[in-house]
């Protein structure tokens, strides 16, 4: 079924129904373990929809493993069980091995496997959208060159970082494609590398970048939500905003009611109880009181929709994750 995603979106925060980034724990759900989920389309088609029968999110969620796109480039993968996994090690270290770069075709590496996993989900799930995950421009680059040389390369060596964003920019545009062309309703895009820049760096090395992918891919079929969980985004919602993103969600380590009150209201914000503290870590009793706590911090916004701050992890107690859906309904009730 395909919907109108810009009038699925505008309607979003009055509908009530949360939006957690949940995909992971859906291995738990169907009894697999996390190696299979990000290895098997079968088994992740499944998880996905076994996720949207067991709670009423407003929308369902694919995998979101940010290893994938760096993968496809030639990165190393540490895979375990169950564990998400990672991208360790360096791939490139000047900008000479940035341009020599071959930008991969979708399918390359396990992309493929995440498309038609998402496009299975999307043609079982009828009765909301299917959104797929994918990694942002500048957190790419960072598993590409590690983390911290390309927080450092925005001063030391610009041009290292741009010939990075301009190769990683054309194949997640490439990638956000597919997934549309395959049918899905929209994509999460996680930025979260972005949110430990300062605001101008933020503006020249991420913004530029983000507003290229959505502006070539979102229409009022398929939408972009941006998501940043770094610890700087309350400086950056002038620069968020002009990216043209139909909905933002932001992590924990933000104050949401900041967020929200510097966000213009006419698009959703999504968030944010603590994936660690509350769904990892938390208890059912806990999980209702956070859940309470942001509604009435929040509520009061009308583009305000409840949400986890990131992405929920593999290890999150099933109980916590169905008193956040319960907690929600009885609030709104």
């Avoid at 079924?1 to 009038?7: C, L, N, R, T």
């Avoid at 509908?15 to 957690?20: A, E, T, V, Y």
């Avoid at 490139?92 to 341009?99: F, N, Q, T």
């Avoid at 909301?128 to 450092?152: K, Q």
Wanted: net charge negative; with cysteine; aromatic share 8%.
């Amino acid at each position: 079924m395909k919907f109108d995603m810009k009038a699925w979106t505008g309607a979003l925060a009055q509908s009530r129904r949360p939006l957690p980034l949940l995909s992971f724990p859906a291995a738990r759900l169907i009894g697999a373990d996390v190696y299979s989920i990000t290895h098997d389309a079968g088994v992740q088609t499944e998880g996905i929809c076994a996720m949207a029968r067991r709670v009423d999110s407003a929308a369902a969620v694919c995998m979101m493993d940010l290893s994938v796109e760096a993968e496809a480039f030639g990165c190393t993968l540490c895979a375990s069980q169950d564990e998400v996994p990672t991208v360790p090690g360096i791939l490139i270290s000047d900008e000479d091995e940035a341009r020599a770069l071959e930008i991969p075709t979708v399918g390359t590496a396990r992309t493929g496997l995440y498309v038609k996993a998402a496009a299975d989900a999307k043609a079982r799930i009828q009765d909301r959208p299917v959104l797929a995950g994918m990694i942002g421009p500048f957190s790419l680059v960072g598993r590409l060159m590690d983390v911290t040389e390309a927080l450092v390369n925005c001063i030391a060596d610009e041009d290292f970082v741009y010939a990075a964003l301009e190769k990683v920019t054309l194949f997640l545009t490439s990638y956000a494609q597919a997934y549309k062309d395959a049918g899905l309703d929209g994509i999460v895009m996680a930025e979260p590398l972005a949110g430990l820049l300062s605001p101008d760096q933020e503006k020249e090395f991420s913004a530029p970048f983000v507003k290229q992918i959505i502006d070539a891919v979102q229409d009022d079929s398929f939408i972009v939500i941006y998501h940043n969980c770094g610890p700087n985004v309350s400086l950056m919602t002038e620069s968020f905003y002009a990216n043209g993103a139909a909905a933002y969600h932001f992590g924990d380590a933000s104050d949401l009611a900041d967020m929200l009150a510097r966000m213009p209201s006419d698009k959703p914000v999504c968030g944010n109880i603590s994936p660690a503290g509350e769904f990892l870590g938390g208890t059912p009793e806990s999980m209702a009181a956070a859940v309470r706590s942001l509604i009435a911090a929040c509520g009061k916004h009308p583009n305000f929709v409840l949400s986890s701050g990131c992405d929920i992890p593999p290890a999150a107690k099933w109980e916590n994750i169905d008193a956040f859906f319960a907690a929600a309904k009885e609030e709104w009730a």
